[in-house]
């Protein structure tokens, strides 16, 4: 153990002091959180595919209860190997931590890094897609998109100008107010209609705390330190209004649009779901 390398020392400042020189505030905080919370979207990927799940009154929660778990305890252990052999500052401009860690730790194997985050990308972006997909499907078949989208699973992507922070930001403040909203009409339920059969339940405290949660993540931000990125989603989101009014809550149908999704049924030779007979 002679020559075992400094920063294998489990002793370093940045595991026992993580937060020394730090800045704090309510908007920091929230911002905080939408960073690490990031990192763990997904984990409502598998209510989105609910309708293709076997037996989802008792899968979807065992997945649930296994997965986050799981994946939480990796994810912490893996930032405390990175704080083990990096400063916080070291992580803060590196331009790929793992990479990083992988040069510093594993020296000739370090590809194994790269070629590993590769793999966890390629999976995370097949559930992503499916999900994304499936809410096309679900919404079309509802009415509140173009009937062809039902017929068949397309993804589609956006993409927006400006740095990955601002990305998440913006995506993390829609998100949750569209998670806060979820609970809202999850407690209006209970209590409006309780006789409504449910494949699951879960304790009435959870939706509670977890619309506390929304709305601190949501106005904490704003008040803190208001920026362009909130502005944008909530155009965003009162735009949707704009379209959802006349087509969806109206039934407006635009003319000759039963001919392009004809002609595109027959293109892509798809066909509308069961469900939309009945």
């Known amino acids: 153990m002679k020559n075992f390398p400094q920063y294998y020392n489990l002793q370093v400042p940045q595991l026992f002091e993580p937060f020394k020189n730090t800045q704090f505030s309510i908007g920091n905080i929230a911002t905080a959180f939408y960073t690490g919370l990031w990192a763990y979207d997904g984990w409502n990927n598998l209510n ?10 008792k899968n ?6 296994i997965g986050i778990p799981l994946v ?3 994810y912490a252990l893996i930032n405390v190997s990175y704080l083990t052999v990096m400063s916080p500052m070291e992580m803060a ?13 594993l020296g000739v194997m370090s590809w194994l890094m ?21 809410l096309c499907f679900a919404a079309s078949r509802e009415g509140h998109l173009l009937d062809i989208l039902s017929y ?9 100008y400006g740095t990955i922070d601002s990305l998440i930001d913006f995506f993390s403040f ?16 209970r209590y409006t ?17 977890v619309l506390v949660i929304s709305i601190y993540l949501i106005i904490g931000p704003i008040m803190d330190k208001p920026t362009i990125e909130y502005l944008y989603a909530s155009f965003f989101i009162l735009g949707g209004m704009v379209f959802y009014v006349p087509f969806v809550h109206y039934k407006l149908r635009i003319p000759y649009m039963d001919g392009v999704t004809v002609f595109l049924q027959m293109l892509f030779e798809v066909a509308p779901t069961t469900s939309m007979f009945d």
């Open 72 to 74: 939480t305890v990796c």
């Open 93 to 105: 401009t590196s331009e790929a931590v793992a990479v990083t860690f992988g040069n510093r730790v």
């Open 174 to 189: 829609t998100a949750w107010i569209f998670y806060g909203g979820a609970m809202v009409a999850l407690i209006m339920m």
């Open 114 to 134: 790269p070629l590993s985050v590769t793999i966890s990308t390629f999976g995370s972006a097949n559930g992503t897609l499916f999900a994304a997909g499936r």
């Open 60 to 65: 979807l929660p065992r997945s649930i209860v």
């Open 48 to 57: 989105y595919v609910t309708e293709e799940i076997k037996n989802p009154s």
């Open 193 to 209: 209609k309780p006789n409504y059969p449910r494949p699951y339940k879960v304790p009435i405290i959870i939706p509670y705390l």
């Open 152 to 160: 068949s699973i397309i993804a589609g992507a956006m993409v927006m």
